[in-house]
């Protein structure tokens, strides 16, 4: 069971099921003859718009990429380069923060130079070698900006090095299958706040103007739903407690740099 899947069934025993289909579920949708399910229009209307935008921006995972061909480059000047990832490195995703480029073997080898403008795999071996002839210079470069879809601009300080890697933070996938088990519980939390959200912000001013349902006043349903008003301030506050979960549970090649990072260890 996915984390989405996971979250939708655990709605079943937080949301009374008539407040959820008074709420997503549309009667035109259903007077033409269109068969969708409730937890698809959940999907549809919070989940996906709302509560993976969101985590989105926080990442899902760091990775490293090897800027070394079949990348495609286009060299500006001598000391700055223009990559193209294709979507295959990235697994469909995007890249949503770029850290730095490190040079060589994730940083073991020396930088070298640039011995042409146009790659392919006789000049990316070529490069290799001279790399290990160059002396000692920095392992990593940081002066990387994002200007296109996982298409990325870099300026470096010696010449490039075709033996690069990109550290840099992708999306998750749609599915959000890099969100592993022990994070459901908080994930489901977090849908749960922001479906409440959505059922108080889309009825309350309905339910003031006396809006009816099957000719009867809402009664219990509007004390229900009112008492959601608080909602979107949980889901705000669960938001910025998921960007440590994230880190902590879900992307361990970040956790592994944050830990070498605070002890003092060589990334």
Same mark, same amino acid.
């Given at each position: #069971?996915?984390?989405?899947?996971?979250?939708?069934?655990?709605? /079943?025993?937080?949301?009374?099921?008539?407040?959820?289909?008074?709420?997503?579920?549309?009667?035109?949708?259903?007077?033409?003859?269109?068969?969708?399910?409730? /937890?698809?229009?959940?999907? /549809?209307?919070?989940?996906?718009?709302?509560?993976?935008?969101?985590?989105?921006? #926080?990442?899902?995972?760091?990775?490293?990429? $090897?800027?070394?061909?079949?990348?495609?480059?286009?060299?500006?000047? $001598?000391?700055?380069?223009?990559?193209?990832? $294709?979507? /295959?490195?990235?697994?469909?995703?995007?890249?949503?923060?770029?850290?730095?480029?490190?040079?060589?073997?994730?940083?073991?080898?020396?930088?070298?130079?640039?011995?042409?403008?146009?790659?392919?795999?006789?000049?990316?071996?070529?490069?290799?070698?001279?790399?290990?002839?160059?002396?000692?210079?920095?392992?990593?470069?940081?002066?990387?900006?994002?200007?296109?879809?996982?298409?990325?601009?870099?300026?470096?300080? &010696?010449?490039?090095?075709?033996?690069?890697?990109?550290?840099?933070?992708?999306?998750?996938?749609?599915?959000?299958?890099?969100?592993?088990?022990?994070?459901?519980?908080?994930?489901?939390?977090?849908?749960?706040?922001?479906?409440?959200?959505?059922? &108080?912000?889309?009825?309350?001013?309905?339910?003031?103007?006396?809006?009816?349902?099957?000719?009867?006043?809402?009664?219990?349903?509007?004390?229900?739903? #009112?008492?959601?008003?608080?909602?979107?301030?949980? &889901?705000?506050?669960?938001?910025?407690?998921? #960007?440590?979960?994230?880190?902590?549970?879900?992307?361990?090649?970040?956790?592994?740099?944050?830990?070498?990072?605070?002890?003092?260890?060589?990334?």
């Amino acid at each position: #069971m996915s984390a989405i899947a996971n979250a939708l069934a655990d709605l /079943e025993f937080t949301i009374p099921e008539e407040i959820r289909k008074a709420a997503f579920m549309n009667c035109e949708q259903a007077s033409c003859g269109l068969n969708i399910s409730l /937890e698809t229009r959940i999907r /549809e209307a919070v989940i996906q718009p709302r509560v993976i935008k969101d985590i989105n921006l #926080m990442g899902g995972a760091q990775t490293y990429i $090897p800027l070394d061909f079949p990348v495609r480059s286009e060299y500006i000047d $001598p000391l700055c380069v223009v990559y193209y990832i $294709p979507d /295959e490195f990235t697994q469909q995703r995007t890249i949503v923060q770029a850290y730095g480029i490190f040079f060589g073997v994730m940083g073991y080898q020396n930088t070298g130079a640039a011995l042409s403008f146009t790659d392919n795999t006789i000049a990316a071996a070529a490069r290799k070698v001279v790399d290990s002839a160059r002396q000692v210079s920095p392992a990593q470069t940081s002066y990387v900006n994002m200007i296109a879809h996982n298409v990325l601009m870099v300026r470096y300080i &010696y010449l490039p090095s075709q033996t690069a890697f990109l550290s840099c933070r992708l999306t998750n996938d749609d599915e959000l299958n890099t969100i592993r088990t022990p994070s459901y519980i908080k994930f489901s939390e977090l849908v749960e706040h922001a479906v409440k959200s959505y059922i &108080y912000n889309k009825m309350y001013i309905k339910m003031g103007e006396a809006y009816l349902h099957g000719g009867q006043a809402l009664g219990e349903f509007k004390d229900q739903v #009112m008492e959601w008003r608080d909602s979107e301030t949980l &889901y705000r506050e669960l938001r910025i407690k998921w #960007m440590k979960i994230q880190q902590n549970f879900n992307d361990p090649e970040g956790r592994r740099k944050h830990l070498r990072t605070v002890v003092g260890v060589p990334q």
